[in-house]
T-cell receptor
Framework: GAVVSQHPSRVICKSGTSVKIECRSL??????MFWYRQFPKQSLMLMAT?????????EQGVEKDKFLINHASLTLSTLTVTSAHPEDSSFYIC???????????FGPGTRLTVT | QKEVEQNSGPLSVPEGAIASLNCTYS??????FFWYRQYSGKSPELIMS????GDKEDGRFTAQLNKASQYVSLLIRDSQPSDSATYLC??????????????FGGGTRLMVKP
């Protein structure tokens, strides 16, 4: 149990376009989902926390209008990178947590390259 | 002071040896502690969780928690080359809120040499 999927696993887009990344909990209901970003050889950086049906809570320095998060159901959250630029190229990873427990289960990640 | 601190390594151990990974945290309120393994280019994988003082064993892994000293460690017995990865220590503040945010250490890179 506790399987989280992400789609796509890898995406290349042109500067100025938008990219949507999906995160799904496959075998449990995720009351909370988290979005992280990881640059090469660096640690995970939390971008935002989202609870189903509520607005996401963004970490300091993360632009909420650029990184749109929707958590419309207990099994799906999406992250949309709007007007992507080369500096947004990174490894984006979601995680999910179910109610009553504190472990976070990570998706496989999405590698975004903006050209 | 960082909230969760780990030696970045690399920690190099020979195959078959015990690898000892350490983590200290700054907030005495911290209640839940996790160890994740992250292979290069992959996402983190949960390998251990521990909530109370003492040792918790799962196969070749033992997590040790000492809340008074504010440290948590991970021992890997009979280390294998496949254990070579970055190990991330993560801490949550409270057991009262489901899905609470994790604060990660910077990770320790472990290299197990054949």
């Amino acid at each position: 149990g506790a399987v989280v999927s992400q789609h796509p696993s890898r995406v290349i887009c042109k500067s100025g376009t938008s990219v949507k990344i999906e995160c799904r909990s496959l075998d449990f209901q995720a009351t909370t989902m988290f979005w992280y970003r990881q640059f090469p050889k660096q640690s995970l950086m939390l971008m935002a926390t989202s609870n189903e049906g509520s607005k996401a809570t963004y970490e300091q320095g993360v632009e909420k209008d650029k990184f749109l998060i929707n958590h419309a159901s207990l099994t799906l959250s999406t992250l949309t990178v709007t007007s992507a630029h080369p500096e947004d190229s990174s490894f984006y990873i979601c995680s999910a947590s179910r109610g009553g427990v504190y472990e976070q289960y990570f998706g496989p990640g999405t590698r975004l390259t903006v050209t | 002071q960082k909230e969760v601190e780990q030696n970045s390594g690399p920690l190099s151990v020979p195959e078959g040896a015990i690898a000892s990974l350490n983590c200290t945290y700054s907030d005495r309120v911290s209640q839940s502690f996790f160890w994740y393994r992250q292979y290069s280019g992959k996402s983190p994988e949960l390998i251990m969780s521990i909530y109370s003082n003492g040792d918790k064993e799962d196969g070749r892994f033992t997590a040790q928690l000492n809340k008074a000293s504010q440290y948590v460690s991970l021992l890997i017995r009979d280390s294998q080359p496949s254990d070579s990865a970055t190990y991330l220590c993560a801490v949550t503040l409270s057991q009262t809120n489901a899905g609470n945010m994790l604060t990660f250490g910077g990770g320790t890179r472990l290299m197990v040499k054949p």
